[in-house]
């Protein structure tokens, strides 16, 4: 059995040659099954190959791998691509915990309804698996037995017009790994077998900070290897003298660990640190969730009651995952230190956020992940909080207000933003997607400007057609999905969603800035 070693993450796409060889088999479809996060990475390798009409994902919920009733979920896509007759061959791409749980494909594959005998292939793939031969010798084989077919029995193919979903939202141990970028006194540990730091290392990477992630194999994970991960820590540390540095130690799960059981074993590594703390994080939660029980704990872990309130205030449930840059709060961060508060970003400026948190004499909340967090601090240290996402003028006009009152604070009329008329044509604008941005501009929007708004979370090319819609505003991944030939578009980022892809964008939500944004598109003074 081989040893946990113990890597440094890097940023970087991952195994995308093996990704440009799977879909540079003619005429295959990719069936992707797993958790969330084991299929995100594969929509992106798929779209910088160009090859998103040759993916299909199947996202497979914790509760399906509890009662081991997915197989006929999955052996009705495949079905449904070989009545398509668009293709020569499928490959079922299969993740870590189907090998670990042993997951009977080959019966299902033997039951398909598959006249044209088209060649159903499984290839297995991860370092649950890699023990045994190396995935490009995987890869040969089935490509050899796909061409085989070709050659003994063509057949003539219809056009393949699908393009594959959108992939899976980003994963709450990824939302972790977002968590004090830059801070040297944070160390964030990945437990997995190694394939779980693909995604946080790449496409989800939104700032700076590197984390440390193990490698394991089948064999460890089932006999479970919590303390050889363990000692492998210890022995890195011990080796660089780094643990002086370090007043955090974070210890993220993952799918592999949460199925195998080993998220309920403490690392032996606590007496190596100030602070240790395990979150419990399964892969098959948003990056979002990740966030808030992090936050949780780790507030519950540092924060001490305190004699004296000071002029500060905690912004809690801000993430890049939702929010994106940290820039888009600059407006807001302006306005509240222009009125003598200092801001503190709870969980994303640094550890010593935590430190200070509880003099803190007012929490604002500006996501629902927030509130288990401000609720728990307005029970254990009485600091009030409102949860309230200032977008739109009338959004942040009621939003200031609101805070004014609870700091019992006469704020100027000057800090208020005016609400200029819009001579707005019939517009109709369509919100496309779900998250907690859309769901404020959707009253934003007819408040600042009389527009209607209609709400969507998924959309067919046929459906947009027979809608009366002037605009759309969501994340440009989506543009891959719908033609934007009659209507514009105008970009909102969903990083949950797209990851680093758009995040640079010039785009804006909240305050004056968010209304002078969509003013441009609504105003006409831009193409989109």
């Known amino acids: 059995m081989s040893s946990i070693t113990i890597e440094t993450s890097i940023y970087n ?13 003619p005429e295959t479809l990719v069936v992707a099954v797993g958790p969330p996060t084991c299929i995100r990475i594969l929509y992106f390798r798929a779209l910088e190959c160009g090859q998103l009409s040759k993916l299909k994902l199947v996202p497979i919920r914790a509760l399906d791998y509890t009662f081991g009733d997915y197989l006929e979920k999955i ?7 070989l009545r398509k007759a668009c293709y020569q061959g499928i490959i079922l791409y299969v993740s870590c915990p189907d090998l670990l749980s042993q ?23 991860g370092p649950m698996e890699k023990r045994k031969t190396s995935p490009s010798q995987r890869l ?3 490509a050899t037995k796909i061409a085989d077919f070709v050659k003994t029995r063509p057949l003539v193919l219809s056009k393949n017009a699908a393009v594959c979903e959108l992939p899976p939202l980003a994963a709450d141990y990824t939302g972790v790994l977002s968590l004090f970028p830059d801070d040297e006194a944070v160390c964030q540990f990945l437990m997995t077998g190694s394939g779980c730091a693909n995604c946080p290392s790449s496409i989800d990477k939104l700032n700076h900070n590197p984390f440390i992630f193990s490698r394991f194999n089948d064999l460890q994970a089932v006999n479970g290897c919590t303390n050889e991960i363990g000692e492998a820590i210890t022995k890195r540390f011990q080796m660089n003298h780094q643990t002086k540095d370090i007043k955090l130690f974070l210890s993220i799960g993952t799918p592999v660990t949460f199925m195998t059981g080993m998220n309920d074993h403490f690392l032996q590594t606590c007496d190596l640190f100030e602070m240790t703390c395990a979150i419990d994080t399964n892969g098959f939660q948003t990056a979002e969730e990740g966030v808030a029980k992090a936050l949780l ?46 801001v503190n970003f709870l969980g994303y400026e640094s550890l010593g956020s935590f430190k200070t948190a509880a003099e803190a ?19 254990m240290f009485e600091i009030p909080y409102h949860f309230a996402m200032p977008i739109g003028i009338d959004g942040f006009n009621q939003w200031l207000r609101a805070v004014g009152t609870l700091l019992k604070t006469v704020i100027p009329e000057s800090y208020y933003l005016n609400k200029e008329p819009q001579p707005c044509p019939a517009f109709r604008v369509l919100l496309l997607g779900e998250n907690e941005i859309l769901d404020r501009l959707e009253t934003a929007i007819p408040n600042d400007f009389g527009i ?16 009366t819609v002037t605009h759309v505003i969501a994340d440009p991944l989506y543009q891959n999905r719908i033609n934007t030939i009659s209507y514009k578009f105008i970009p909102m980022p969903y990083p949950s969603l797209s990851g680093n892809a758009f995040i640079e964008l010039d785009y804006q939500y909240m305050g004056q800035t968010g209304y002078a944004y969509l003013k441009r598109f609504f105003a006409n003074e831009v193409t989109a």
Not at 361 to 379: I, Q, T, Y
Request: hydrophobic share 40%; aromatic share 8%.
């Open 140 to 142: 040969d084989k089935i």
């Open 75 to 81: 052996k009705g896509v495949v079905e449904a691509a």
């Open 13 to 25: 796409l991952g195994d995308m040659e093996m990704a440009k060889r799977i879909f540079a088999i």
């Open 452 to 467: 209607i708004t209609i709400r969507a979370n998924k959309i067919t090319d046929q459906e947009l057609s027979q809608m």
């Open 361 to 379: 004499e007012l929490n604002l909340v500006f996501s629902r992940h927030g509130l288990c967090l401000a609720k728990w601090m307005a029970e």
């Open 297 to 342: 704990k780790i507030a519950k872990a540092t924060l001490k009651k305190v004699e004296n309130r000071k002029k500060r205030l905690n912004i809690i449930g801000y993430n890049p995952f939702l929010f994106g840059k940290r820039q888009h709060f600059d407006e807001i961060e302006t306005c509240l230190t222009s009125l003598g508060y200092a």
């Open 103 to 125: 997951t009977d494909f080959d019966t299902m594959i033997e039951g398909l309804d598959n006249p044209h005998q088209i060649p159903v292939e499984i290839f297995k793939r």
